[in-house]
């Protein structure tokens, strides 16, 4: 069935209820590669809450990526997508204020456009979600885009789709290499998103790739590990705003090389796989305050 894209246009849910607490806070992180070096204590105040001197869990900005995991206006099949086909085009996510280490929380969710790239081309559907604390403040304004690889041609726009971030032409000023483990979609997935394509190597290979793939949304958190660690000195309350899109997939035990570019507030980045000379996040951006 195609898309309808009138009906698609208003989906939108309100007030969806969510909670978590310190357990998922360290998951994310330990989900994204931190803590690999037991005895980085920089890293350590992510992944371990237990401590001789007493320190505050300090939470990564992009777990407000998950935080309020399944908080959309519909899902694939009321759509009308192809679920195999679906992958994850990018995120913008917005920081109202640091994230606690425990809350409970709302998310409001809606589609803010739809746009046909052509039959045998696919779709994309931009989606936003607010998450908020449930006495109405909010923590964070999160976009993303859904790729519809089997969904084009429905006789939607095509034109008017947002500009990206550009990244500088000049040589990188930071360059940082970042492991991935080979079991680390397996680990990822707990946090939230059980599709099969992260954990199921027959399903993998159904939808046209080798072997299962990382979840863009951990190569996602793993470039604001990155930024954190370079341009942040570990201080999530810095974050103002982080967004990328996802350009190829990144397969568990690569590694991801991210190349940085700092013009005042604004870093700047790109990620790699060169043992495969692919890029796999382009038009990065974050911005620090």
């Known amino acids: ?5 009138e009906q698609l246009m208003v989906m939108k849910s309100l007030g969806q209820k969510f909670s978590y607490d310190d357990r998922e806070v360290m998951l994310y992180a330990y989900g994204i590669g931190m803590g690999a070096d037991p005895i980085d204590e920089k890293e350590l105040a992510f992944v371990n ?3 001789a001197t007493p320190r505050p869990l300090k939470v990564v900005p992009t777990f407000a990526s998950v935080a309020a ?32 280490t425990a809350a409970h929380i709302t998310a409001d969710s809606s589609v803010l456009a739809v746009y046909d790239k052509g039959k045998d081309k696919g779709a994309v559907i931009h989606l936003q979600t607010v998450v ?36 500088p032409s000049r040589a990188p000023d930071r360059v940082v290499d970042i492991s991935t483990r ?5 680990v990822y997935r707990l946090c939230g998103d059980r ?34 660690q370079t341009y942040a000195d570990y201080d999530p309350s810095a974050f103002k705003r982080h967004a990328a899109r996802f350009s190829s997939a990144v397969y568990p035990g690569e590694t991801v090389t991210l190349e940085m570019w700092k013009d ?6 790109e990620a790699k796989v060169k043992a495969r000379g692919v890029t796999v996040i382009k038009n990065g951006m974050t911005v620090l305050g």
């Open 1 to 5: 069935m195609a898309i309808n894209y």
């Open 49 to 51: 809450e237990a401590a």
């Open 69 to 100: 995991w399944g908080a959309e206006p519909g899902d694939v099949g009321e759509m009308n997508l192809t679920r195999a086909m679906v992958l994850d085009g990018e995120r913008d996510i917005t920081f109202h204020k640091p994230l606690p």
């Open 132 to 167: 908020k604390i449930r006495d109405g403040e909010q923590l964070a304004t999160v976009m993303a885009s859904w790729f519809a690889r089997g969904d084009g041609g429905f006789g939607g726009p095509s034109a008017d789709q947002p500009a990206a971030h550009r990244v």
């Open 182 to 186: 080979p079991d680390q979609g397996l």
């Open 195 to 228: 599709n099969p394509l992260h954990s199921d190597p027959e399903y993998a290979r159904r939808a046209g790739f080798r072997r299962p793939i990382l979840h863009g949304l951990c190569t996602y958190g793993i470039t604001c590990r990155g930024v954190l």
């Open 264 to 269: 005042g507030h604004v870093i700047s980045f």
